[in-house]
Nanobody
């Protein structure tokens, strides 16, 4: 069983930065792919970025060049560094852990989310 707890959200001005963290209670080094989702009010949940246990990353086009996902398997943590934030990045951000097969993600665990608000 793995429990995920997100932190690092808050209010930031456009162009600012935030670093989200996801702390896992159990080991995430055993092959889990980790991902960050976000859900804005009135919109569907969107997969923002993923990282495999080996460190391969992927991200949605709207955040490429601005957001960086990373993981520390020894510390059971995953981070999402968000730079050059835009108002459209405002959402609740969720951390998930699961597996991937044939490009499909099978999410098994997820956290409660952390609010990110980008506004002047």
């Amino acid at each position: 069983q793995v429990q995920l707890v997100e932190s690092g959200g808050g209010l930031v001005q456009p162009g600012g930065s935030l670093r989200l963290s996801c702390a896992a209670s159990g080991s995430i080094a055993s092959g889990y792919v980790m991902g960050w989702y976000r859900q804005a009010p009135g919109k569907q949940r969107e997969l923002v970025a993923t990282i495999t246990s080996g460190g391969s990353t992927n991200s949605v086009d709207s955040v490429k060049g601005r957001f960086t996902i990373s993981r520390d398997n020894a510390k059971n943590t995953v981070h999402l560094q968000m730079n050059s934030l835009k108002p459209e990045d405002t959402a609740v951000y969720y951390c998930r852990a699961g597996t991937v097969k044939s490009s499909f993600y099978y999410w098994r665990y997820w956290g409660q989310g952390t609010q990110v608000t980008v506004s002047s």
